[in-house]
Every structure is written in structure tokens, then in C-alpha cells.
């Protein structure tokens, strides 16, 4: 079933739904003039029926992964249910006449207001805190794999030998200094991050290839360009 093909299969079905209830009204109602409390109890039940079916045509829940949706479906339609249950038995109370009608009034009004709250909470909410983890994710991206990468690295860089020992004094110090950048959030520190991984490659693939020290220029050299690149991302701050 297509999306356009699932809305107007809603749709019907709503209209469905509100026949039945204007049926229902029309008959029970048919012959006899409508007090304020039947005004009040059929505009209830209306309201009632407009909330139970709003989540099938106006969902705001725009979360990717499906698992991170259930909570705020199931806050949308525990809401509705609470909402329901509480409005039947404030109709059962003014029919029995255990309270008046503007008591009634108040109480529908109080849960209404309630209910939006908690449809503020799962839709909007919920989505902002999505949105703003997905947003931290992306920014942690380079950071992680930096991290990883580095971590590697000083194993590869701890079995260096002696004639190797400036680079390897550099690139230790180096990643000890990666272990302490905080994330930011900006084109700058995304471009040096992006850079310090690609060097990070190239100086694991410079290690893997040095022979009798005739990559020792080379590597010194990258290991320099990382320390560079490191110490001025280092000095960027959110």
C-alpha cells in the first residue's frame, strides 16, 4: 500500500467513524430537545473521537531509527487512552449526577490541557532530542575515529626502533594530545580532524614500509605535520 493510498484508507475510515457517531447522536437523541449536559456529553464524545484518530494524519515524529520511536508512540497513545478513560467516567458522574456540570467542564478542561502537554513531550520534544543526539553524533564522527586510529597507531609506534626515536618521541606526544580534544562544532575543526586521520593513515602506512631508516626523513616529517595539526586543533573550544 502506498503512502497516498494509506491516507485516504484513514481517511475512510475516520468517516466511517464520525457516521457512527452522528448516527448514534441522531438516534438516541431523536424527538427530544438536548439539555446543556447532553451538549456537554456528545461534545465530549466528538472531542474524544477527533483525539483518538489525530495521531493516524498529523505525526511529527520524525526520528530514524524505529526503536527510538516507540517511546514517544507510546506516550502519544497512553495519553490518549488516560484521556478517554477520564472522560467516560466523567460522563458516567454527570449522568449519575455525583457532580454538576460546570465541574465536569472544568475537569474535561483541565484534561485537555493535560493531554496537549504530553503530546508536546512525545512529538516535539522527543524529536528535538533526537535531532540534537544525531547532531552530537555527527560531530563526535572524525573525533571517534581519530581516537581509534591513534589507538592503534601506538602500538605501531612503541615497536619503533632506536634510530627512529625523534619521530617516535613526537608521535607519542602527539596522541597523547588527541586523547584530550574536545569536540567542536564547526567547518574549522572538522577540516583538521578530516586532515589529522588522513595523516594518521599515512603515517601507519610509513611505519609499515621503514626499511634500515630509509623512511626515517619521511616519517619525522609526518610526525611533525601531525604535531601541527594537533596542537592547532587543540586550541579550538565551542
Known amino acids: 500500500m502506498t503512502k497516498y493510498?494509506?491516507?485516504?484508507?484513514?481517511?475512510?475510515?475516520f468517516l466511517a467513524g464520525a457516521g457512527i457517531v452522528?448516527?448514534?447522536f441522531?438516534?438516541?437523541?431523536?424527538?427530544?430537545?438536548?439539555?446543556?449536559s447532553d451538549t456537554f456529553i456528545w461534545t465530549s464524545?466528538?472531542?474524544m473521537y477527533l483525539i483518538f484518530?489525530?495521531?493516524f494524519f498529523f505525526s511529527t515524529i520524525n526520528i530514524g531509527n524505529f526503536s527510538a520511536k516507540i517511546p514517544s508512540i507510546s506516550m502519544v497513545w497512553t495519553g490518549i487512552l488516560f484521556y478517554i478513560a477520564a472522560s467516560v467516567i466523567i460522563i458516567v458522574l454527570l449522568i449519575k449526577t455525583v457532580i454538576s456540570l460546570n465541574i465536569a467542564i472544568i475537569?474535561?478542561?483541565?484534561?485537555?490541557?493535560?493531554?496537549?502537554i504530553n503530546v508536546y513531550f512525545s512529538y516535539f520534544a522527543a524529536s528535538h532530542i533526537s535531532k540534537t543526539a544525531e547532531e552530537e553524533v555527527d560531530k563526535n564522527y572524525y573525533m571517534t575515529?581519530?581516537?581509534?586510529?591513534?589507538?592503534?597507531?601506538?602500538?605501531?609506534?612503541?615497536?619503533?626502533?632506536?634510530?627512529?626515536?625523534?619521530?617516535?618521541?613526537?608521535?607519542?606526544q602527539s596522541i597523547d594530545d588527541i586523547k584530550y580534544i574536545s569536540p567542536v562544532d564547526n567547518d574549522t575543526g572538522s577540516g583538521l580532524e578530516a586532515n589529522?586521520?588522513?595523516?594518521?593513515?599515512s603515517i601507519s602506512e610509513i611505519i609499515g614500509s621503514v626499511q634500515g631508516g630509509a623512511q626515517n626523513l619521511q616519517l619525522e616529517n609526518a610526525a611533525n605535520n601531525l604535531q601541527s595539526l594537533v596542537n592547532e586543533r587543540k586550541l579550538l573550544r565551542n
Open 22 to 24: 452522528v448516527l448514534a
Open 5 to 13: 493510498q494509506a491516507l485516504i484508507f484513514r481517511f475512510i475510515l
Open 45 to 47: 464524545i466528538g472531542v
Open 26 to 36: 441522531f438516534l438516541i437523541n431523536t424527538g427530544r430537545e438536548l439539555n446543556s
Open 145 to 172: 575515529k581519530i581516537k581509534s586510529k591513534a589507538g592503534v597507531l601506538l602500538l605501531s609506534v612503541n615497536n619503533l626502533t632506536g634510530e627512529y626515536a625523534n619521530a617516535q618521541k613526537i608521535l607519542k
Open 196 to 201: 589529522i586521520l588522513r595523516l594518521l593513515n
Open 107 to 116: 475537569i474535561q478542561a483541565i484534561l485537555l490541557f493535560i493531554y496537549l
Open 53 to 55: 484518530f489525530l495521531p
